[in-house]
């Protein structure tokens, strides 16, 4: 999404979609990064629910008038906050596993990795929350985000699976990174103990992965 100009019935309309972030400067990018950190410093103060644009615009000293060229809405601000924060999350818990000692199994590396991520969640209970909440928004911009962040975690996944051949390596992150959801989902609504949880992603990790060899890889 780009911003422009549209023309409809002889009236110029000015498209307000937010600066694409590939097109910002550095300094920019760095009060960007003001307002995720400012997001992510009140949800895990107050939780996703009560936050507010006005809050996130004076914890960060970025004008609210300015804050809305970067972000959308609400929803578009909270998806980036989350892509953030998930993506840091995914490369320290890659960075653990390869200074880890070697697994077995392919399945026990990638149980390892999800167990480590579910702990995260659970220390940081409001950010797992964020992650749920912007699953589901509708909003075009979040989407965006949401799904290129989907795609990025599917791909630390897939790193973790050298052994899955290329015709399964679209489907089997998949399959795992919609368990995880799922019991992220359940978990955070109260529905499921974080035990539960890890019980049923070990059993769906070890049966997605079981036809994909057992050989002692060093990670």
Known sequence: M???SRYHGGVS???LS??????????Q?????????????LVSETGVERLQMKQVSERSGV???TTYRYFSSKDHLLA?????????????LAAELRGSVPVARGSERVVRFVRRGMRAFQRQPNLARLLVTVSVSTDPFASEVVDAMAATGRASLLALMPDVPPAAREVVPHLIDAAWQSELVAWVTGRSTIADAFARLDE??????APYGAGSVAV
Do not use: C, N
Request: glycine share 4%; net charge positive.
């Open 2 to 4: 780009q911003r422009g």
């Open 13 to 15: 309309k000015v498209d």
């Open 18 to 27: 937010p600066r694409p972030v590939e097109t910002m400067s550095p300094r």
């Open 29 to 41: 990018l760095e009060r960007r990064k003001h307002l995720i950190d400012a997001a992510l410093t």
């Open 63 to 65: 004008a609210l008038g």
């Open 80 to 92: 980036a906050a989350a892509s953030d924060w998930r993506a840091k999350l995914m490369d320290d």
């Open 204 to 209: 769906v990790i070890r049966l997605v992965l």
